[in-house]
């Protein structure tokens, strides 16, 4: 490893240790607290607004499912959360629970969700082919749906003949906001994060073809809980219905656009009927 790379490695492990200390929970609708209610942790995803949404929309209120939601900064500290006795439901992913599973964490699966992930490179090195990240860096989060996706998009590199280096920097915002600031070479983001670069220039890879992605909300396994789950699980669902009749993506309240790190202009981009 050379010199630079070495000391980029460094530089980058260090800004993340800096900025795990200041992420905070935010709550995403003002509520009074309520002990029979469900403690949700999300991150901001586009597999998370429809919950938001069903929140916002009163469909939570209408099935039965009390929940009160917090947005974290990453997909680790909302699992954390839950882990911590915090939480009593989580969005994540399959890999995700399988590894809080071997650490011995009550964790179960309870539905899948949609969650398109794309990698993005930094515009000014001018890639537009997957076998052109060879030798460079992708920065993700390891363990985890990012981890896997990225594993397949390697994998389409042929004949390679450098090493891929591939940070983690869990915080979403921050992944991005590190690719924007031309700190990294790409980047695995979600849907809302794409839609953010795509609106400052950037271009995802043409690289997710056949590939299946799917999030997860697990739950803190209980037999109590799997009752409340299921009506959480029915109005998320009735919310992604509602999107898909929509021919243009609703109006999203300022509440959850704060929340979720929705910046003017994003709604636009989303698509209603694919993105979720």
């Known amino acids: 490893m050379s010199i630079k790379t070495l000391t980029l490695t460094l530089s980058l492990t260090l800004t993340l240790l800096s900025c795990s200390k200041q992420e905070k929970t935010v709550e995403s609708r003002a509520q009074v607290s309520d002990s029979t209610a469900l403690r949700v942790a ?27 939601i917090a ?6 500290d909302a699992e954390k959360a839950l882990a911590d006795g915090k939480a009593d ?25 949609r969650r398109p992930l794309y990698i993005v490179p930094n515009k000014q090195l001018r890639i537009t082919r997957i076998d052109q990240l060879d030798d460079r ?36 915002e921050l992944r991005l906001s590190m690719l924007l600031a031309g700190q990294l070479d790409a980047a695995v ?10 609106a400052a220039g950037y271009s995802p890879l043409n690289i997710a073809e056949g590939v299946a992605l799917e999030g997860a909300v697990a739950y803190r396994a209980a037999e109590s809980q799997r009752h409340r789950v ?26 959850t656009r704060t929340a979720l790190y929705l910046t003017d202009g994003i709604d636009t981009l989303l698509n209603a009927k694919t993105d979720f």
């Not at 439901?89 to 969700?113: C, M, N, S, Y």
């Not at 992708?138 to 891929?164: E, H, M, N």
């Open 230 to 255: 299921a009506k959480l699980q029915s109005a998320y669902q009735k919310a992604v219905e509602r999107l898909h009749r929509s021919a243009t993506m609703p109006t999203i309240s300022a509440t």
């Open 137 to 172: 860096m992708i920065a993700g989060s390891r363990y985890s749906l990012d981890d896997d996706f990225t594993d397949q998009a390697v994998a389409k590199i042929k004949k390679r003949k450098g090493q891929i280096l591939r940070p983690q920097i869990n915080s979403v």
């Open 89 to 113: 439901v989580v969005l994540t992913d399959k890999h995700r629970i399988e590894w809080w599973q071997r650490k011995g964490t009550p964790i179960q699966f309870a539905f899948a969700t």
């Open 189 to 198: 983001l979600n849907t809302l994060q794409a839609a953010k670069a795509r």
């Open 71 to 76: 947005v974290y900064r990453s997909q680790l």
């Open 42 to 68: 999300v991150f901001p995803s586009s597999d998370a607004l429809p919950l938001l949404l069903a929140n916002d929309w009163g469909i939570l209120e209408e099935h039965g499912a009390r929940a009160e």
